[in-house]
Each structure stands twice: as structure tokens, then as C-alpha cells.
């Protein structure tokens, strides 16, 4: 077994162990916190969230770090990832990495971190190995980046009370596997980031509903057309599959073509209701750009919610809304995959 | 779209079930004293950073009442603003989104052309968007034209009974004693309905002003605790560590309590002392606010308030004027730019328990916090110790820090028996990364949804003045020779330092001392 100690920094303490046991890693990032205590850098060690995070084989390290350098900026939780090794051992790094307040209103924060790498046949119990590292009495949060699933994703789904996903790191033919894959989990504890991006675009539509006018000409409604980039394409689905659940619809029919996702829907009154996802008329437009509702020669349409793009930071506030309820969701999954003919797959 | 055949009545919005928070409805709101400073520093950025959110309503419009601008050149002064004061950098996408949508009308308050104008405008407004939209009016101006504004706009017909419905926004001071008050609510009671005027008091719109509404009612273990067997005495600080800048003309006039006491102090107070609303409804919350500021016990300006005004003196090693030597500050003025009140509730809740509220300009340091105090244990078990330990305090701190501080007693590290008081900290900071939205922004917005549980009542206004008033009339008996000390000449105290020595022997005669600044 090799282990470093670094020397203790302003901005980070480290520790690194080979072949270690799961119990001296949590002693050890016990023994970092006390030490790092001691010292007086002007923040609070204050943690609102365990953070479980296993990456699917498809997530390379580089972005992954990027990804949690990012939400720790927003969120100060203890963060455990646990990746997949090739060697039957468990070897682990252990962290605190500290942002030093400076002046008045400025506090400063730190974040500790574990990063285990473990076997697969460690891997098939990760629930057991991450148990001695949780901080006792905060939610646990489990994130799933990537497409691929972790061997270590259905036990640590055991812990969480919430399980973090992102439909739209899927694309194009990809997007009914990781519609299924959200939808094979407990749906309601999962926070599809796709959906939590759509935040701002409902309550858009809910407002635009207010009017009964609206509401009148969605009974009769026959056609519904989204622009959206194809990044988005996983959120302007979503989008189209709540409007179906909500509005009363069954989709019936969703297959990508040549032009964009295609579909049917069926409304309560047995009349016909087409869906396009379309790409932007505009091709440097970001997001889900325009939707519209046809009846006949009448129509809503619906803009952009202009709002501050801040796609580098989309990721995190998603993930501050772990403890927010998300009713519409699984409707809109559901009416998908209905749609897409794997709701029983 | 085509609205002609649509029928009277159509099923509920299955929308609304799935959205977090709502958006406002379509709005228009009309800025009086859009090129003055609160405007400059909080209302444009408040809006500019609402849009960014995606909070406002598609269909919002800014209409603002100048003089001397024309579109163009306030739209410049507005981005000016926004780039200098909003929360986040100016994005050229999001201007161009809200440029087009402010507007301006020109003319002076006193002129009913004016009024006429905008109702005009409002109106074109709405034929354009071919909805109606709510109307705002904020009146960012001097107090002295609230009445006669607001008559103005009933008399366009934008006030009682208005359609499309109106509201009126107005920010302290809401009269400069209890009478002005009770005769600036009645002028306003003439053109809008109560339920229309929306009194902005900024503090309610801070985070931590409404956490302390969470941490009370949201929290087992504290309001069984908030009652006077187990607490001892409040501390409400509200201390500053400027001086009064350029705001002579204004400030000689109101002094501290009136600046501060009668306004952020009681309201705070009045959060704290509340009995639990049965629901976070408007008039719910404001009826039991309203309760605790009625149940204040009449003040004794001799034994419970002190005054006082800073001299020269050092903050953060620079060397600073007294009162009197400060810009347009007359000679000889006896404003007090330090006031504390001792304050005692009658009710069963209170009974006992002082309030203590401070605030002065030119004190150490900036910081707004309240303090409770809970009493000691009963009975003192560890008879080695030479003192016994501090009582626990819980600290909710309001700026600049967000959080709270729950100060308990531990056995320090050794074989000895000792105790020294250790501190769990809770900062918004730390604890919620993301950043908090300003108080201006959270007001807005509940102006826009029609949310009056974060404004001022007509009578929370009044109880608040009857609270204070025995002391102003006592402190505005100028030129009388001091009957008793502390009353008529305000106590000097350094700048820098926390306070003049009557507050501190304010609390000394109960057996208490003021925190530390």
C-alpha cells in the first residue's frame, strides 16, 4: 500500500491510498477535516448534500472533474465517486479543496471529495463502501453522468433520496435508451436535468395557458411544432410529451426521420394531433427556440423565455432542485415512451 | 392568434399543476422618479435581473415618468443603471430583449396632463399587446408627493375601482409621526382600496428577514423555546458605519428613530414577538405583526430611550467629522444619530422579556442583526467553574452575513472542568452557494403576483408610529432645557465607537449588557 500525505495548503489537503480499506478512507478524510480545522482560513465547513456520483464508462475523468469543480462552486457537499478499476482493489483519494473568503458578506466554503476506485465485484456492493464516507443526517443525492450505466448505479440508488440524471446526454436515435434508462429507475426520485431545464418554458406555457382562450383552442389543437438545437433535443421532447400528458393526449406514434423527431398524438376527442421537433429557423440559436399550437388556421405561439444564459452553470442549479418535487415529469416520460413504444421495454 | 370563436368557459389550466412558481400576469409599471437614485441602484437592476431569471411576464412593459429625458436617452440612462447595479453583468441579449420595452411619459406630478397621458399610454399600451395588462405605479419619489399623486391617478381613473386593476407602491417614510402617518394613509384611503397599496419596507424583502419566519414556524425545536420561560431579553441592532453622505437635507429632519427604529427595528420586532399565523396568508401574517405592535407597552422616553449623536472620531483608521461638522448639517442640530429603545411587550407570550433595539450611523461597524437571549440554566451543577456559563444565545443575522449563530456551552479540551462558549454557524453563504435575489427583486415580484405578505399595512404603520411617538415628542422639545437626562439633548459618542454610554446604562440597570459591536 502506498499513501501521500501532501503538506496542508490554503486551498487544498490531499491524501492518497492504494489498496485501502473503505473504513480508513473515511478515517482518513476524517483526519483531513480535523487537521484542516486547525486552521483558521475563514470559512465554514458547512455541507447541505452527500453527493454520490458514478459515471457511466462513456465520462472521461477531465470532464467529470470539470463538471464537479463547477458544482462546487454552488453546492457544498461531500462528493464520493466511485469509478471502475481494472485491478480487483479499492484505491482511494481523498480531498478538501477551500475557496477563502475575503471580506465582509464574502464567506468563504470548502468542499471535501473521495474518489474510490474499486473492482466490479466491489463495485456490485458500492453501497457498502460509501456508507462509512456519508456525512449522517444530509440527503444523499445520486448523479449519474454519462449514457452508459455504472456497475455501481443500482446499489448506491439504494442510498439516495434523489438520483440525478441527464436525457440529454443522449442524442438523435440514442434518446429512447436513456428515456428507458430514467424511466427504469425510481421516477420518483429522479431529477432528469433535461426536464429541470424546461423550468423557465413551463411556467411560460402555464402562463400562456391562463388565458381560456388558450385553453379552448388546445382542445381542438392539431398540430404541435418545436424548434430546438439539437443539444436540446432530449428537453424539447420532454417538453412535447408534458403538453401531451397534460393536455390529455396519447402519443401514439415518435420516430426520428430525416427532418427531426416525428409523431402522432391522439386527443381525448379521438382527433389527430401531429408533433415536429424541428431544428431552429435561425441556426445559431441555443435551447428549445419557438413552439407552436395549430388548430386549423388558428395558432399560439410561444418564444424563448428570454433569460440570462448561463449554460455553464445550468447543470448546478438543476441539481439545487434535488428536494423539489417534479409532478410533471413522469407523465412526460410516460406519454413518451408511450410514443416511442418502449414503455414495457 | 384568433381569440373570436373561443367559447365563455373552458376547463382548468392543466398546466399550472407542474410549474414551481407562477409567472405575474401581463403588467405595466409605471416608475415615478425613474431617473433618481433608487431607481439607478435598485429598481432597474431589480428588473433587469428579474427578467434574467425568466420571472417577469412575457407581456411586461416599464413606462417611466420623466422630465427631461426623451425614450432614447432614459433607455441609455437605464442601461447605464443596470451595467452598474444589477446583480448580474449586463448581457446584450437580455437588453435587447427589455429595451423595447420601456417607455417613457413626460410631464411634472403636478400637472393632470400628465395623468392623462399615461392613462393614454396604458391604454395604447394594451390595444397594442391586445390584452389588458395590471398597472404598477411605484412612487419613487419624495413622500411629500404621495398623497397628491395618488389622488392624480385616481381622478385618471387608475386608482379605486380601476379597470384593468392597479396598484400603488410607496416606500418610507410613511409620514414623519403618528399623525402624518394617520393622515397620509386616510389621503390614500381616498384614491386606492388598501388592498392596492403596496408600502415597501426593504428589510422584509431580505433572505434572512424571511428565514426568520422559516427558523420560527418551520423548526420544532425553537417555538416552544420563544416565549418568556426561556428567554431572557432581544437585541435588535441595526448599526451602520457610515455617516449620513449628502443626505443632510433629509436625515436632520427624521433622525434615527424615525430613520430606522419606527420602520426596520419594529418590524423585525414585530417578526420576532409574532404569535404563529394560521397561514402564511397576507392579512394573517400582518394581523399578528400588527398584534405584537399594539401589545408594546407605552414608552417612558426618560428611562426607556436613548439618544444620542456621533462626534469626531476613528472607523477602519481613517479620521471622520462629528454630526454637526458634516454638509448641511446645521449648527447646533440636536438630531439623534443614535437611538435605543427599551421595549416591553404585554402580552402572555412577552410578559417580561425586554426588547432592547439600537441603531446609530458611524458605529464600528455594519451589522444587522437580532439576538435572543435565553436565560440561564435554573440551577448550576458545576460547582468548580468560577463563573457560570454564558446563557445560549441564537443570533439571526441580517446583513451583512446572512445566517444565524446558535452560541452554546462546551467543555474545553483538558481534565479541569471548564466551559467556554462555542458557536454553530449557519451562513447563507455557505450553506445555499447560490446567490440570493435583492430585496427589490423579491418585492417586485410579489408586487407583480399581488403577494402582499412581505408590505406594510395601514395600521402595522400606525402601530409602529404609536410605538415611537411619546419619544419623538419628547426628543422635539428643542430649545427646552433638559428636564432629565437623556431627554432633549441628544448624548455624544465617538464615531467608531458603540454608542454613547446612556445605552449601555440603559441596559446596565436591568443587569444586561448590548452584545459587541
Not at chain 1, 219 to 242: F, H, I, T, Y
Not at chain 2, 213 to 219: E, I, S, T
Not at chain 2, 501 to 509: I, P
Amino acid at each position: 500500500m502506498a499513501v501521500t500525505v501532501s503538506a496542508l495548503a490554503a486551498e487544498r489537503s490531499e491524501w492518497h491510498g492504494e489498496d485501502v480499506g473503505a473504513n480508513e478512507v473515511a478515517e482518513r478524510l476524517m483526519a483531513l477535516n480535523r487537521e484542516h480545522a486547525r486552521h483558521e482560513h475563514g470559512h465554514a465547513a458547512t455541507r447541505t448534500l452527500n453527493l454520490l456520483v458514478a459515471p457511466g464508462g462513456d465520462v472521461d475523468a477531465d470532464t467529470l472533474a470539470a463538471q464537479l469543480a463547477g458544482l462546487a462552486d454552488r453546492h457544498p457537499s461531500r462528493t464520493i465517486v466511485v469509478r471502475e478499476g481494472a485491478a480487483p482493489r479499492l484505491d482511494a483519494t481523498v480531498a478538501i479543496d477551500c475557496t477563502i473568503g475575503t471580506g465582509a458578506g464574502c464567506a468563504g466554503h470548502c468542499h471535501d471529495m473521495a474518489l474510490l476506485v474499486a473492482g466490479a465485484e466491489r463495485l456490485a456492493h458500492a453501497d457498502s463502501l460509501v456508507r462509512p464516507l456519508r456525512v449522517a443526517g444530509l440527503p444523499t443525492v445520486l448523479w449519474l453522468p454519462g449514457t452508459r450505466a455504472s456497475r455501481a448505479q443500482d446499489p448506491l440508488a439504494t442510498l439516495a433520496d434523489a438520483i440525478v440524471v441527464d436525457s440529454a446526454a443522449a442524442s438523435g436515435a440514442a434518446l429512447p435508451a436513456a428515456f428507458r434508462r430514467a424511466a427504469a429507475l425510481d421516477v420518483s426520485r429522479v431529477r432528469d436535468v433535461a426536464w429541470l431545464r424546461l423550468r423557465r418554458w413551463r411556467r411560460h406555457v402555464a402562463a400562456r395557458f391562463d388565458d381560456p382562450a388558450a385553453r379552448a383552442l388546445l382542445a381542438r389543437a392539431d398540430r404541435v411544432e418545436l424548434r430546438s438545437c439539437a443539444p436540446q433535443q432530449a428537453s424539447a421532447l420532454l417538453l412535447a410529451g408534458w403538453i401531451a400528458a397534460r393536455a390529455g393526449w396519447t402519443i401514439e406514434q415518435l420516430a426520428l426521420e430525416p427532418g427531426g423527431w416525428s409523431g402522432r398524438a391522439r386527443r381525448a376527442d379521438a382527433g389527430t394531433v401531429t408533433l415536429a421537433l424541428r431544428p431552429p429557423e435561425v441556426p445559431d440559436l441555443t435551447g428549445i427556440h419557438a413552439l407552436a399550437l395549430h388548430a386549423g388556421a388558428e395558432r399560439i405561439a410561444l418564444r424563448a423565455p428570454v433569460a440570462s444564459p448561463n449554460p455553464a452553470r445550468a447543470f448546478a442549479a438543476a441539481l439545487g432542485m434535488f428536494d423539489t418535487p417534479t409532478p410533471g415529469y413522469e407523465p412526460a416520460l410516460a406519454a413518451l415512451l408511450d410514443g416511442l413504444g418502449e414503455r414495457d421495454a | 392568434m384568433s381569440t373570436a370563436q373561443a367559447p365563455v368557459t373552458a376547463p382548468a389550466n392543466p398546466f399550472a399543476q407542474d410549474v414551481d412558481e407562477r409567472l405575474p400576469p401581463p403588467s405595466t409599471l409605471v416608475l415615478f422618479g425613474a431617473t433618481g437614485d433608487l431607481a439607478a441602484r435598485k429598481l432597474l437592476p431589480a428588473i433587469y435581473d428579474l427578467l434574467a431569471d425568466g420571472r417577469l411576464p412575457e407581456r411586461f412593459r416599464l413606462l417611466a415618468v420623466v422630465r427631461n429625458h426623451d425614450e432614447a436617452s432614459f433607455r441609455a440612462h437605464a442601461r447605464d443603471a443596470i451595467d452598474a447595479h444589477a446583480r448580474r453583468p449586463l448581457d446584450d441579449r437580455l437588453w435587447e430583449a427589455l429595451e423595447p420595452r420601456i417607455g417613457v411619459v413626460t410631464g411634472t406630478y403636478g400637472d393632470p396632463a400628465l395623468y392623462a397621458s399615461l392613462a393614454s399610454r396604458l391604454d395604447e399600451g394594451d390595444r397594442e399587446d391586445g390584452e389588458p395588462s395590471q398597472r404598477l405605479f411605484y412612487l419613487a419619489i419624495s413622500p411629500a408627493f404621495f398623497a397628491d399623486t395618488a389622488r392624480s391617478l385616481c381622478e385618471a381613473g387608475l386608482g379605486r375601482g380601476a379597470d384593468p386593476p392597479t396598484r400603488l407602491l410607496i416606500e418610507k417614510p410613511f409620514g414623519h409621526d403618528l399623525a402624518t402617518a394617520r393622515e397620509l394613509n386616510a389621503a390614500i384611503d381616498e384614491s386606492f382600496e388598501e388592498r392596492q397599496v403596496f408600502r415597501i419596507d426593504h428589510y422584509l424583502g431580505k433572505e434572512t428577514v424571511q428565514n426568520l419566519l422559516v427558523l420560527r414556524f418551520g423548526n420544532g425545536i425553537f417555538e416552544p423555546l420563544w416565549n418568556r420561560t426561556a428567554i431572557d431579553h432581544v437585541q435588535i441592532t441595526v448599526a451602520e458605519d457610515l455617516g449620513i453622505g449628502h443626505r443632510a437635507g433629509y436625515y436632520d429632519r427624521a433622525g434615527a428613530l424615525r430613520d430606522v427604529i419606527q420602520n426596520h427595528a419594529l418590524q423585525l420586532l414585530s417578526l420576532v414577538a409574532m404569535e404563529p399565523p394560521a397561514s402564511f396568508d397576507a392579512d394573517l401574517v400582518r394581523d399578528e405583526k400588527a398584534k405584537a405592535l399594539h401589545a408594546v407597552r407605552p414608552l417612558d422616553p426618560a428611562s426607556d430611550a436613548v439618544r444620542g449623536q456621533y462626534t469626531a472620531g476613528w472607523i477602519a483608521g481613517e479620521q471622520v467629522s462629528g454630526y454637526r461638522d458634516e454638509e448641511d448639517v446645521p449648527a447646533g442640530s440636536r438630531t439623534d444619530t443614535y437611538a435605543a429603545l427599551r421595549v416591553e411587550i404585554d402580552n402572555w407570550r412577552w410578559a417580561g422579556v425586554p426588547f432592547y433595539l439600537r441603531t446609530g450611523k458611524r458605529l464600528p461597524l455594519r451589522a444587522t442583526e437580532i439576538a435572543i437571549v435565553f436565560r440561564p440554566v435554573p440551577h448550576q451543577p458545576f460547582r468548580s467553574l468560577d463563573a457560570p456559563p454564558p446563557p445560549n444565545e441564537l443570533v439571526i443575522s441580517v446583513q451583512p452575513n446572512e445566517g444565524a449563530t446558535l452560541q452554546i456551552a462546551a467543555k474545553t479540551p483538558g481534565t479541569a472542568l471548564a466551559v467556554r462558549p462555542v458557536q454553530m454557524d449557519f451562513q447563507y453563504g455557505t450553506s445555499f452557494l447560490r446567490e440570493s435575489p435583492e430585496a427589490y427583486e423579491r418585492l417586485l415580484h410579489d408586487a407583480l403576483l399581488g403577494d402582499a405578505t412581505l408590505f406594510t399595512r395601514a395600521d402595522e404603520v400606525e402601530a409602529a408610529w404609536q410605538v415611537v411617538d411619546p419619544v419623538l415628542a419628547a426628543w422635539a422639545n428643542e430649545g427646552a432645557p433638559p428636564a432629565e437626562p437623556g431627554v432633549g439633548e441628544p448624548q455624544p459618542y465617538a464615531a467608531g465607537s458603540a454608542g454613547p454610554a446612556a445605552a449601555d446604562a440603559l441596559l446596565a440597570a436591568d443587569g444586561r449588557a448590548w452584545r459587541s459591536l
